[in-house]
């Protein structure tokens, strides 16, 4: 089937050919239940009627013009950013790894202009920004690695949600610039730090001490995903700054670097670029997108919903010893079991469910935000029941 296509994924057997909210159909009619949303990307769901005018629309009237010109949607999506999450100034580009990339390039030029000859970033175990080399190499896993060496120096990496490890690094290395690390981890395992506003709120104090710049990686907890705009506004600090892409624009190829303070000047005329970043169709989509969480009150939705199912799920494993944990930031769930089940999502798959698998034993679901309590029941049922008869029989 897939002939000419590079073997870069281990694809399931299925096509999908159409959606509606959190409802998918494959090519042969069957009807599936999207728990995972294309990654965290489809956050109003499939068809949000609202998202769907705003790209027909815009592709009707302009869809690229270059960044040489002024473009009135890449202005009015940064402005709409900057409002609700309190920051100044956006760089757009397309997608995770390049927000992160810009991220990276902006804390060395930080560091650079301060007399930083050889700048040093911090960075965390069980990690994930993304698959090119400085952005890999900023990963804390050597799956993503291996093969790729000589990798992009100029990381410290160490462990998650272990201030006095960060601690020892501002003891030891006077060249440090800046620490980039996930409120939650998702690739990691949804990995939520055991008093996750106090670690933001002490890496800050931490940074603020040090002149360093405290970066957070919300590709995967941003755009409404926990409840919050972000998952930084959770506690009372503000990052200096900030990587976007997923749910940003719905699936219109999308990522954005934030940034506030000193660090929104850093880049400077011909500092950084990207061709199609910022187009008009992407940012069309991704006004859309924030407008359509604000007036559908889907953070609200994700926070309750997230609640929900965490809580379905806990009481239906209750008492059974191989789920290790059920955890959830919002509508970011995991379900740690004992042993590796990579194989329950072509399980779930064939019960018409999709969901996925990360760190060999988090089942990990990111339902779209628009998700009701009927489908929340639901998926809930039909889940634990899988993971049930999976537990028993593996
Ligand atoms: C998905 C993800 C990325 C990479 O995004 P791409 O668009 O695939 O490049 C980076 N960081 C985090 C936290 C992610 O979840």
């Known amino acids: ?21 959190v409802w998918l159909w494959d090519d042969k009619g069957e009807k599936y239940l999207d728990a995972l949303a294309g990654v965290a990307v489809n956050g109003l769901g499939h068809g949000h009627p609202s998202l769907v005018k705003a790209i027909s629309d815009q592709a009707a009237r302009l869809i690229h013009v270059s960044n040489y010109y002024h ?34 390039k902006l804390a060395r030029l930080y560091g650079h202009n301060k007399g930083i000859e050889i700048p040093q970033i911090i960075v965390m175990e069980q990690s994930f920004h993304g698959r090119t080399l400085a952005t890999l190499s900023a990963t804390g896993n050597s799956k993503v690695q291996i093969g790729f060496e000589p990798l992009v120096t100029g990381f410290i990496r160490v462990p998650y949600d272990d201030i006095a490890a960060v601690r020892a690094v501002a003891n030891s290395n006077p060249n440090v610039v800046a620490i980039l690390v996930e409120p939650v ?23 603020d001490d040090h002149d360093w710049l405290l970066m957070v990686d919300e590709v995967q907890t941003g755009i409404g995903r926990t409840g919050t ?20 624009a719905s699936g219109v190829p999308i990522g954005a670097c934030v940034a506030q303070g000193k660090a929104a000047s850093v ?29 559908d009150g889907l953070r609200e939705n994700a926070e309750k919903i997230g609640n929900l199912i965490r809580d379905g799920f ?81």
Not at 85 to 90: E, F, I, Q
Not at 229 to 248: E, N, R, Y
Not at 328 to 350: F, H, K
Request: hydrophobic share 45%; charged share 20%; glycine share 8%.
């Open 71 to 104: 473009i009135a949607e890449q202005e009015a999506l940064a402005d709409k950013l900057c409002e609700v999450s309190g920051m100044d100034k956006v760089f757009f580009c397309n997608s995770g790894c390049e927000a992160n990339e810009a991220s990276i």
């Open 229 to 248: 705009w972000f998952a930084f506004q959770h506690t009372a600090i503000q990052p200096d700054v900030m990587s976007l892409a997923k749910g940003l």
């Open 314 to 394: 806990i009481s239906e494993f209750n008492g059974i010893g191989a789920v290790v944990q059920v955890r959830n930031a919002g509508l970011m769930i995991g379900i740690e079991l004992d042993r590796p089940c990579a194989d329950l999502v072509q399980l779930a798959l064939e019960a018409k469910l999709l969901i996925n698998v990360t760190a060999e034993r988090v089942v990990r679901l990111l339902p779209p935000l628009v998700m009701n309590e009927a489908e929340a029941h639901e998926l809930v049922q039909r889940l634990s029941a899988l993971i049930k008869v999976f537990l028993s029989s593996n």
């Open 185 to 207: 981890q998702g690739e990691g395992g949804i990995n939520i730090p055991k008093d996750s506003s106090a670690y933001l709120e002490t890496l800050r104090g931490i940074c």
């Open 267 to 295: 880049f400077t005329y011909g500092k950084h670029g990207s061709t199609f970043g910022g187009n008009p169709l992407a940012c069309a989509a991704g006004l859309a997108t924030l407008n359509a969480i604000e007036s």
């Open 1 to 21: 089937m897939t002939t000419h296509l590079m073997n870069t994924y281990n694809r399931q057997p299925v096509t999908f050919v159409k959606g509606e909210g």
